[in-house]
């Protein structure tokens, strides 16, 4: 049996341990030896356990700030979608979890360890299960090609993770800086463009249409046509018709023709309803007030994210909502309103469940 459990991974961290003995060093020597030690907190060679771990920290902040959709049938198609493309990825073995996020904002974020959320707005906008494919397996190609933990690792999130002094501590650290970038879609231009060529060819692998993506792409970027800057899903990607064009020359190169589109299964298993751009409800960015008091331990680049969350991933931003999206300068998407429900729901899929709903794709 397969189980995929959407629910809150609880992982023990790998525990290292330094010691320094005073007896016949000079304080100089003391102080090399906790300097050392501290750098070996700051490895940033991460086992599958500890990326998981950071995954369930970025996962738990953007369910507090979005909220989660309690509806087990929605969960079931999704999961089973997603999971056809995990078992046909470079790693299947990950403890894959698929959860929808309940706002309107249109958007989709990969944690490590296998964490891959989709919003109720994104599902609303998608239109038939061949673009719900390439849009999961583009997020699953970031967790597999370790895109966030290279991020660590090219230095460019270990900022505020210095003061750290225990390898729990480290890793907390990390997971608020993960978040903030997840939040942010601050991917850069390589690791957006090898998401999009590792998605297109697991969709194609799976039997979906790999044209899919460009559809959902090319209908997002007319809907945000009226933004001034990019929003949600597009905070940080190439521009449309370069990255368009990129997808184009993927799907000819590598000879990508797979074709099923699943339409009819699609709208028979969501019915939710696009919201226009300037009306999804936005939560407000942090007050001054917020920033200043919020503790320094938390990390945090003063970005909206990290910077307007406590150590425990709840949002000190104002509850207020606003009808229109441009009227307060917030990026409409990325600050969506978020619903009330955190909580987490479990599905099960079997081995014969999963090939039933394959039957499905490829008849």
Not at 47 to 53: I, N
Not at 224 to 236: Q, V
Request: glycine content about 10%.
């Amino acid at each position: 049996m397969i189980r995929v459990l959407i629910a809150t991974v609880v992982l023990a961290c790998v525990g290292l341990s330094a010691a320094v003995s005073a007896g016949g060093q000079s304080i100089g020597q003391i102080t090399k030896g906790i300097q050392t030690a501290s750098k070996a907190w700051q490895d940033t060679k991460f086992s599958d356990a500890e990326e998981q771990q950071l995954g369930a920290d970025v996962s738990a902040k953007l369910r507090e700030k979005y909220g989660v959709v309690q509806d087990a049938a929605v969960h079931r198609y999704i999961t089973l979608s997603g999971s056809v493309l995990a078992e046909r990825s470079s790693r299947p073995d990950l403890r894959w979890t698929f959860i929808v996020l309940d706002t309107d904002g249109i958007n989709a974020f990969a944690a490590p360890g296998g964490f891959i959320h989709i919003t109720r707005g994104a599902l609303a906008l998608i239109q038939n299960e061949a673009e719900l494919a390439d849009v999961l397996a583009h997020e699953i190609g970031h967790v597999t090609g370790k895109h966030t933990i290279n991020a660590i690792k090219k230095s460019k999130l270990k900022g505020t993770a210095i003061s750290a002094t225990t390898r729990n501590e480290f890793l907390g650290a990390l997971g608020n800086q993960l978040y903030d970038m997840t939040l942010e879609n601050s991917y850069d231009r390589g690791d957006e463009m090898d998401a999009d060529k590792t998605g297109v060819a697991l969709a194609n692998k799976a039997g979906y249409a790999p044209t899919g993506l460009a559809a959902f792409l090319t209908r997002l970027a007319d809907r945000n046509k009226g933004l001034t800057d990019r929003s949600g899903i597009f905070a940080s990607h190439p521009e449309t018709k370069a990255r368009l064009d990129a997808l184009t020359k993927i799907i000819s190169s590598q000879k990508l023709t797979s074709a099923a589109i699943v339409q009819a299964r699609y709208t028979q298993s969501i019915k939710y309803k696009p919201v226009a751009v300037d009306q999804v409800a936005q939560v407000g960015p942090p007050s001054a007030a917020t920033e200043t008091s919020k503790p320094a331990a938390s990390g945090g680049s003063g970005k909206l994210g990290v910077s307007g969350l406590d150590p425990l991933g709840k949002e000190k931003s104002s509850s207020s909502t606003v009808a229109s999206a441009g009227s307060r300068g917030v990026n409409p998407d990325r600050d969506a309103k978020g619903g009330p429900n955190k909580a987490l729901v479990v599905v099960t899929v079997t081995a014969a469940d999963l090939a039933a709903f394959i039957k499905g794709i490829t008849g």
